[in-house]
């Protein structure tokens, strides 16, 4: 390794996502996964990752979140990477937080392919490779949207792509939540749809939609069946939720994920500045962003 080579860094914006759709079935398979139909598109909301090669692996988090060990996506993305092509994962990973943890928008699943991919650019490798794809389904469900980041259709345990969609660049999007840090566990998400399962939405209606480019048939499609979940494990949640959702502006609304973020396809971006603004007025975690078409970028 050269002098200039331990010089490098390279940092990553990690955008965060949404579901357009989200089908939890009934069951779980031999790895312990529920079988998922997931819809999601990239937002242009982002946490920042830097990656510079080190005398031996580290993750720091700031905000600190709690996890900067072997429990943290970035260092088990590290050692996956490193493991499957045979080289010591030494480097040092700064994660810049702005994307709350247990909202449903997929932060850390953004941030560890942020990592692969520096570490793919740090090592000569094709971020496409199979073997790549490989790692990032070995981290998380949501991990391999990141690599495209193209609005699509994924099945398996949500982590499998079928499709891919390039019909909603730009689409306007209000992002809530409940202020603070109230969060919902996704274990415990799982665990209570798993006492009292929730049926699946109509997933060839939105799929349908997105084919033929038609918003309206979307917005009327959408569908979240953990949203009810998170709904009845916070409170906090279900009323932004419900806030959101009588928001003048707001074509469709949905918890995204397990929760606890919600947001609103909005018809225009004026309109999305104004409910974030209005709901950061009434307690309200609020944010104006929009539909982008990749995943972690370099900068």
Same mark, same amino acid.
């Given at each position: 390794?050269?002098?200039?080579? @331990? ?119 094709? %971020? ?22 193209? %609005? ?89 939720? /419900? ?36 709901? @950061? ?15 972690? /970028?370099?900068?």
């Amino acid at each position: 390794m050269t002098d200039d080579t @331990q010089l490098m860094q390279l940092s990553y914006r990690a955008p965060a996502k949404i579901n357009l759709y989200l089908g939890v079935h009934e069951g779980r398979d031999a790895r312990g996964y529920h079988k998922v139909d997931s819809v999601m598109a990239a937002i242009d909301f982002w946490d920042t990752v830097t990656v510079a090669p080190a005398r031996e692996l580290s993750v720091t988090c700031m905000p600190d979140v709690g996890c900067a060990d072997s429990s943290n996506t970035c260092w088990r993305a590290a050692v996956a990477i490193g493991k499957a092509f045979g080289f010591e994962p030494a480097y040092s990973i700064y994660v810049h937080k702005h994307i709350p943890s247990q909202a449903g928008l997929g932060g850390s699943s953004s941030d560890a392919v942020a990592t692969i991919l520096a570490l793919c650019e740090f090592n000569h490798l094709d %971020p496409t490779a199979k073997k790549v794809v490989e790692v990032a389904r070995s981290i998380g469900a949501d991990v391999p949207f990141f690599l495209r980041g193209i %609005p699509c259709y994924l099945d398996g345990a949500g982590d499998t792509l079928r499709e891919e969609f390039a019909a909603l660049d730009g689409m306007p999007v209000a992002l809530v939540r409940p202020a603070g840090s109230v969060g919902v566990s996704t274990p415990e998400a799982y665990a209570a749809f798993d006492d009292a399962p929730v049926p699946v939405g109509d997933l060839q209606a939105v799929l349908a939609a997105l084919r033929a480019n038609k918003r309206d048939a979307l917005c009327a499609s959408m569908a979240n069946n953990l949203g009810p979940i998170a709904c009845q494990l916070s409170s906090e949640v279900a009323h932004s939720a /419900q806030w959101l959702k009588e928001q003048k502006g707001v074509l469709a609304t949905l918890v995204t994920g397990s929760g606890s973020s919600s947001f609103a396809l909005c018809e225009s971006h004026e309109a999305a500045h104004r409910i974030a603004q209005d709901a @950061q007025a009434c307690g309200l975690d609020g944010l104006a962003t929009r539909i982008i078409n990749h995943g972690p /970028q370099r900068i």
